[in-house]
DNA sequence: GTAATAGTGTCTCTGAGACATTATATA
DNA sequence: TATATAATGTCTCAGAGACACTATTAC
């Protein structure tokens, strides 16, 4: 530990002069995907979480919640603590995506971006804090992005950034990762039945499953309950299911 | 355009009061995992490039190339001229791997790396800029990481910062890309024989893989040329294989 | 010739996909 | 009873894995 540099200084020495002031560096952020699912009806859709700007730039727009990194926190912690700002939970799932470095993605000044996405069951959501934040369902349908709730509908200029791409890349990410992860759960409450984890599985994957082979496929990762569902509406009820608790699959590869 | 926020000012307005200076901010690094493999008698090895810090802290240990990302270029682009410096090339396929953000990892400051992997053929590196930069053999054996040339064998300890777990998820993500897209050609010349190949894929995959099989499953994505390699030792010479143009599987996500 | 590596052909058995059937609720 | 959804059972065919065999070089 006693080595000394080129110019005879020991470790030591080094850091007491060393001044990181010397060159402009720019801003970093941490910015959450917040995703839920929730059975609305016939059809299940995904949900995100965004933030409508009320200041500029992209006044007005719609924006994934985030928040810039403070000096003594790491970035999965700047992460959490805007998580749970927003959401009011801690302990829910959170990954990292993909980090935003362009130029000119901020006019405000040089911002760099750390995408996370974070999965949480609607059930342990509390509503959103404050009137600027909704939830919206979201979907692709061939190449373009589509946002909607009960009170409007989103069109790609809508959203502030490059936060379109942001949401693009989450969903190609979870549909890459639904099959030999564990993430669909995260998503769903202790108890559900099968004909909705399968409608969670096809929303993620963008396509129809065949029912008699999900549940083959599924086997192995979760367990019959006593419990029945109340029926809603006509036909059999469903039966209640809980994850098996050795039935595991890998989450992330870090 | 003229929207004006909560003090009445418009977006120009706006942006020439706002003072990016007020807070801290971390210093950003893009940090370039090189790799190539080279076939090196009886078994292939992927190989990365290290360099050697001169300089506190962590002087003397080796590192995982890198710079600052200037204000004017992006995070990619800062990873790009990083990996010209290094090897003199451009054109070369890189991909963002994950963003390191822990508060301690550098002691002189804080700073966020964002790590990249570098994919290129051995016959185009051109001999490392510098005497403390070195290749390295690279492999994992049960839970850690082996670094290895002619001239020394590096220990866990004789990597520097969080340079040893960089390298662990590049691999780890390279194991599981393999299957699903293109990369290893990216690791290999224009022509390449199937033993080449095939050794590739065992050493990004960690496994061996049974020859047949393994001609049958890239049939459709190479086609055999009339070249016959230089018989080198006994046995039946290989023949030269290149790409088929159209036999493409993606690449990235984004 | 033998030894060694390159390359081809074929068999088998698992498992994904499709469909038929039974079970249990509401109306 | 009819209808709708849940849940189980079975058939088939493509593809992964294993192995036998042929081809071409050095010695």
Chains 1, 2 share one sequence.
Not at 26 to 39: G, H, N, Y
């Amino acid at each position: 530990m006693e080595e000394r540099n080129g110019r005879g200084l020991t470790e030591r020495e080094f850091l007491e002069r060393y001044d990181p002031g010397k060159y402009e560096r720019p801003s970093v952020t941490a910015d959450i995907l917040i995703f839920t699912a929730k059975e609305c009806g016939e059809d299940s859709h995904l949900q995100i979480l965004l933030i409508q700007r009320k200041e500029h730039p992209c006044m007005n727009r719609w924006a994934v919640p985030g928040g810039f990194v403070g000096m003594k926190e790491s970035v999965d912690e700047a992460a959490e603590r805007v998580l749970e700002e927003k959401t009011g939970q801690s302990g829910v799932y959170l990954e990292q995506l993909y980090t935003w470095g362009d130029v000119g993605r901020d006019p405000r000044a040089r911002i760099i971006s750390v995408s996370y996405m974070a999965l949480t069951p609607w059930e342990k959501i509390r509503p959103a804090a404050g009137m600027d934040a909704a939830w919206y369902f979201v979907s692709r349908s061939g190449g373009t992005l589509r946002l909607w709730n009960e009170d409007r509908e989103l069109s790609g200029q809508d959203l502030a950034f490059d936060h379109a791409r942001m949401i693009w890349l989450a969903l190609e990410r979870m549909k890459n990762k639904v099959l030999y992860t564990d993430i669909v759960f995260r998503l769903l409450p202790d108890k559900f039945t099968f004909p909705e984890l399968q409608r969670f599985y096809e929303v993620i994957l963008e396509e129809k499953l065949h029912g008699p082979n999900f549940r083959r496929d599924m086997a192995a990762l979760v367990e019959m309950t006593d419990e029945k569902c109340k029926s809603q509406g006509v036909g059999k009820p469903a039966r209640y299911y809980r994850r098996k608790p050795d039935g595991v699959r890998p989450e992330t590869e870090l």
